[in-house]
């Protein structure tokens, strides 16, 4: 099958709109975001350079916490 490749423009966790399901965590294959517990619980990206774009994490996410932009690769 093919697979169109995407690059990652921007990857971001709105503090604000994440409730700390953690779903988008679970749905991360390549482990790039995680939890933060310290004061409040939300998820945030910790290995952006791992991000290839397939928009699992925002499907994922209820609140619409995660904003994923990314540009076709040529
Ligand atoms: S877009 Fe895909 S690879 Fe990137 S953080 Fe979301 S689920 Fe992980
Ligand atoms: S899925 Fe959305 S609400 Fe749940 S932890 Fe991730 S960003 Fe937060």
Redesign the pocket.
Known sequence: MFHRRRE?TS?SIDKDKCIGCEA?VS???????DMSYRVDCYAW?KYPL?????????R?CDTGA?E?V?NLKR
């Open positions: 990652v990857l988008c749905a991360c294959r390549r482990r790039v975001l990206v791992d991000c290839v774009g397939c928009g699992r994490c925002v994922a995660v994923l990314t």
